[in-house]
């Protein structure tokens, strides 16, 4: 989905009426597994808080969720921040990986994914981020407010303020919540937009293959696993620039970057530029991020080789990025809002181009399926929007 303001999903309305509690669910004291390790992305999270809640009743009530918040330990609870920061400090961990290591401890915890979203807004909260805590009969939800924009997520303004649904899930059915609790934290969710974390535990191995122009080419080498799983987990972060700046990981990057540098250093501009496009169009096949991952999202170049596929933004992506490394070219992304699809403009010298940007010639190129050659386009560039990246 192309176009965030069409297709963000703007669902739980908050009614800001007084509501009666009816009953006090029971505090049945029930301690939360013991555990003395949690898997993150393939790394090892070492626990040593033990943690007593009491146990979450339907019909969720608001009095009932007021008395576990109020019930909390809050020794407890910043002792379990400590050692989570020195974890996030340890993997370089930005405000949105930390929320998925949230995600990750509360989940361990408890296997009531209502209990884990309202300690998950406690950890949060004791981090000091704007959230807001809201619920009906049989669901809560925590929302946090995000200094960089996500698409296809719900979302609620309350305060004219926007808060983002921090399960990131794109099949909430639409209902009305009533308002738990907001924070009054200060601090907004940021993303890096230059670099990932550090995840770096697990590995998995690609293999492609290709002919252009008569010749075989086979590329082979390690891609970081652990982070292809922690892309799988984000949102769809809006496109921009971090697509570009995320970095395929060390390996990765000195053995397929390398490879292609070799593979193109005799060819002329041109095709230098054709053998990438070529190369993207027939070793990703095109496939929907439905059919992918289940749900829309844009995939980052590690990703989307992990990946083996992807749609029109996940190879233009990819595209894009092998064009800036390999070639030390800059490029634009054009995103055709009716058409619902992105392809590249690649800078360009020389007579064969298809527009001028800042007075910059670029030549069109069409990442998605295979035949198109650089300057051959399906749709016009003139009803497409420029994103510079």
């Known amino acids: 989905m192309l176009n965030k303001e069409r297709n963000k ?4 309305v908050f009614l800001m009426l007084g509501i009666v509690a009816i009953l006090f ?3 049945h004291a029930e301690p939360a597994v013991n555990t003395t390790k949690i898997e993150v ?3 090892f999270f ?11 009743t339907y019909p969720i009530t608001r009095l009932q969720v007021n008395g576990i918040l109020q019930q909390t330990d809050k020794l407890k609870l910043g002792q379990l921040k400590q050692e989570m920061d020195a974890f996030a400090s340890s993997y370089q961990l930005d405000d949105l990986a930390f929320v998925l290591f949230t995600q990750k401890v509360a989940a361990h915890f408890w296997s009531d994914p209502n209990m884990a979203k309202i300690f998950q807004y406690q950890l949060l909260k004791e981090k000091g981020y704007q959230l807001l805590l809201g619920y009906t009969s049989e669901q809560v939800t925590v929302y946090g407010h995000f200094l960089y ?6 979302e609620v303004n309350y305060c004219n303020v926007l808060y983002s649904d921090l399960s990131f899930n794109q099949n909430l059915a639409l209902c009305e919540e009533q308002l738990i609790e907001c924070s009054e934290g200060s601090k907004t969710i940021e993303v890096n937009q230059h670099k990932a974390p550090l995840f770096n535990a697990l590995q998995t191995r690609y293999h492609f293959e290709t002919e252009f122009k008569g010749k075989s080419y086979s590329f082979q080498g390690e891609l970081n ?3 292809i799983n922690y892309y799988r987990d984000l949102p769809s972060i809006s496109f921009g620039e971090i697509y570009l700046n ?3 990981s060390d390996l990765a990057y000195k053995q397929l970057i390398g490879d292609l540098k070799k593979a193109v250093k005799n060819m002329p501009t041109r095709q230098q530029l054709d053998f990438l496009l070529h190369f993207t169009q027939v070793v990703i096949p095109y496939q929907t991020d439905q059919a992918l991952v289940g749900r829309e999202k844009f995939a980052f170049a590690e990703e989307v080789l992990g990946n083996k596929a992807g749609d029109c933004e996940d190879k233009s992506i990819l595209f894009a990025y092998l064009v800036k490394e390999v070639l030390q070219l800059p490029s634009l992304a054009l995103v055709y809002i009716h058409q ?4 590249v403009a690649v800078a360009v010298s020389g007579t064969q181009y298809n527009f001028i940007y800042n007075n910059q010639k670029y030549i069109v190129c069409e990442p998605s399926g295979p035949g198109l050659q650089a300057g051959e386009n399906v749709y016009d560039w003139k009803n497409a929007n420029i994103v510079a990246w």
């Open 41 to 43: 992305y393939g790394h």
């Open 149 to 154: 924009d996500l698409a296809n997520v719900a």
């Open 46 to 56: 070492s626990c040593k808080t033990k943690l007593f809640y009491p146990q979450l």
């Open 225 to 227: 696993q652990s982070l």
């Open 340 to 343: 619902n699809h992105l392809n």
């Open 25 to 27: 669910g029971p505090l």
């Open 246 to 248: 995320y970095h395929l």
């Open 9 to 12: 999903i703007i669902t739980h």
